[in-house]
């Protein structure tokens, strides 16, 4: 039994390019009484949620004005929307899948995304329009059901 939970971590940190224990820090239950409280964490919860690359696809389509095939095309036409849409792949649609099935989507290697996805990062404090683009993609999310 050992030896098969040692592989399981030594794989799970691997895959998620971690260190140290799968099921480190402290796991506690509370009753939880005050309604104010309550509520507020069942929205932190829920709006903790996952997108599908979908759902975050039909979104940045929208707001370029181009088809999501288009924006997955390897030797895309529309650099920018596509780029938008690796950050924002990385950013909502990261639970559960990781940066290679993400990657693999978009035809590139994991450095191929973090690099688009760091471009972005660093273009958004001068742009003033791919920051309106993130705000309008983030608006769009909500409508989903992130960040209400």
């Known amino acids: 039994m050992q030896g098969f939970l040692t592989s399981f971590t030594v794989t799970m940190?691997?895959?998620r390019r971690t260190s140290g224990h799968i099921f480190q820090g402290r796991f506690k239950a509370q009753l939880v009484e005050d309604e104010l409280y309550r509520?507020?964490?069942?929205?932190y919860i829920h709006l903790k949620r996952s997108f599908s690359l979908d759902e975050v696809g039909d979104i940045v389509a929208g707001?370029?004005?181009?088809t999501k095939?288009?924006?997955?095309?390897?030797?895309s036409p529309?650099?920018?929307a596509r780029r938008v849409f690796m950050y924002c792949a990385c950013k909502y649609c990261s639970y559960g899948r990781s940066l290679t099935d993400i990657a693999k989507c978009?035809?590139?290697?994991?450095?191929g995304l973090t690099r688009a996805r760091d471009r972005v990062k660093a273009d958004l404090p001068r742009d003033k329009e791919l920051k309106s683009g993130l705000k309008k993609i983030e608006s769009g999310?909500?409508?989903?059901g992130f960040g209400q």
């Open 106 to 111: 978009f035809s590139v290697s994991i450095s």
């Open 63 to 66: 707001i370029f004005e181009v």
């Open 141 to 144: 999310l909500s409508q989903c």
């Open 13 to 15: 940190n691997r895959r």
């Open 78 to 80: 529309h650099r920018v």
């Open 69 to 75: 095939a288009d924006i997955l095309a390897r030797k």
């Open 39 to 43: 509520s507020r964490l069942s929205r």
